[in-house]
Each structure stands twice: as structure tokens, then as C-alpha cells.
């Protein structure tokens, strides 16, 4: 019996959909209400369930965009970095196990050395990291109430991110979700929606996908610890309006900033997260996604509205 927590959501909702595919029994939660309400009653919910396992796809992204958590910060705060305290909490003291989505936004830019920021590697957009938007620091606050926190490697590489004692349960971080259905969170619509973008280098996340990994993370008894869900690969933005145009999805003549400093002072009031993340971890534990261009295509060819 799965406890779902957020399950309205856009990511909630994907995986509530894999469990009824599946005929996986569950249960669904709020998470506001987790948050704002006492340890006991959380507690007696997961126990009246029956549960045995928690996900959690709960969290404060603000709409339309991360600009809204600037004007939001306390309930941003309590949906990323609160609630996961709570679930561990309880979690712990019911000897539940548990799954909770994260993001790849508590990192910007490329890793010292080259390749994507890996699970190991301690954030660089973050409260502690500045400058960054206020929900990646509360994602990456969230982190650290989990148990992670920032250690010396000693040989002069970036800073590790490590558990303080051993992993209690899954950390699924999501980066820039999309789909094949239209809607206002993915980030094709997203794409196809904003008069001027930002060219950028990006891993990405298809939706289906990212719950069907996470969820097989727990069918396989993958072990606890932190991983980086996304499509194997990256993608520029103009190689994303590329595939649009292709596909005959919307062949509008797209318009680019000049650079991140055109887009800020124009179009943004808070930092965005651009990075690559590294995905082998999970790969070597045997859950395999396709290739984020095959998954693009895939989506874009099969588009249509919600």
C-alpha cells in the first residue's frame, strides 16, 4: 500500500495514473495539510492506510513560474523544505520507507572539471550558494532536511553532498518536466508559450518516464540514496524549437534574448537554474530511460491537448 502525497499535482497526478495502471493499491494525502497539521495525525493516516511505502510529489513551484515563490515565500518554504522534514520524521518513527521529488534546480551552470553535476556534488543554487531563486533554495533546503549536507572532499574538487549518517529513503530529483499533453506546467508549452526565450543548455525530464523510474527504483529495491531522474543527454533550447518546428507542433518564428543579462533585465525577477545533470547513477542500478531527444520527438509527435 503506497501512501501518494500531492497527487493533484502535475507530477502527482502522472504518478497516480502509473499506480492505477499497475492496480498498485494507495492512498492519497495532502500535502498542505501534512505540513500545516500535527506529526500525530499524518501518523495515524499512514497507519489507518495501511501504508508501506511513501511518495512524495507534493511541492511549492509557484504559477506560472518560479517568480511567484518570490512573492510566496512562506508557503514555499513549508511545501519544499518543511513537509520532506515531517515525512522523514514520521516516516522514520513508522518504519515506512519513502520516495521524495526533488529538483535538479539547486544547480546553475557547468560542474568544475566538465561533464553533469552528480548526486555527490553539493549545490551551487542554493540558499548557501548565492545567488539563486527562492525556490531552488528551499528545494535545496529540503535536501538538507533529509539528511544531506555539504563535506570536503580533500582533494580540492567542488564540495561533496553526503548523508550525515545513511539514506533513509529515495531523493528523485525531476528537472524541467514535459509531456506529449498541453498544459501549462510542461515545459513544451512552456516553450511554445513565451514570446522571447532563453537560450540555454538543459537535461530534461519526460514526465511518464520520470515515474516509471522512480517507481521501479522501488519494484527493483534499488538502495536509498539521492538520483538524478532525467532523459540521458541535454538539449539547447534552439535544438527544443527545432524538434516544434519539425514535428509541425507550432511553426512560429521564435524569438531569442540577446543573453541571461537580456533576459533578466526584461523578463525575469529572479535567477533561473541552467545546468546538466549526470544520470549514470542510475543507470548503473539498472533503471534505464530512453535518450532525451527520442523522448522529445516521441512527445512532440504525439501532441495534443490535456
Known sequence: MIALVGSTGYVGS???????????????????????????????????????????CAGYTGKPNVDACELDKGNCLDGNAVLPG????VCGDLSIGWGHVSSGCIFGGERPGGGGWREDDAP???????????????KALGEEVLGYKEAERGDGQWPAWEHESSPEGYVWRLRIPFNHLD?????????????????????????EDF????????EKQVPYGIYNVTNPGAVTTSQVVDLIKKTGVNGKEFQFFEDEADFMSKAAKTPRSNCVL???KLRDAGVIMRPVEEALEWSLKNWRKA
Open 14 to 56: 502522472a504518478f497516480r495514473q502509473l499506480l492505477e495502471s499497475k492496480g498498485v493499491a494507495f492512498k492519497t494525502l495532502s500535502g498542505r495539510q501534512i505540513a500545516n497539521g500535527s506529526k500525530k495525525d499524518f501518523a495515524d493516516a499512514l497507519k489507518d492506510a495501511g501504508a508501506t511505502f511513501l511518495v512524495n
Open 86 to 89: 515531517v515525512i522523514r520524521e
Open 124 to 138: 551551487n543554487f542554493s540558499f548557501r550558494k548565492p545567488p539563486c531563486s527562492f525556490y531552488s533554495g528551499t
Open 183 to 207: 498544459n501549462p506546467r510542461n515545459y513544451l508549452t512552456k516553450v511554445q508559450s513565451y514570446a522571447t526565450l532563453l537560450q540555454a543548455t538543459n537535461s530534461l525530464s519526460q514526465l
Open 211 to 218: 515515474v516509471a523510474a522512480c517507481y521501479e527504483c522501488v
Open 278 to 280: 549526470d544520470e549514470s
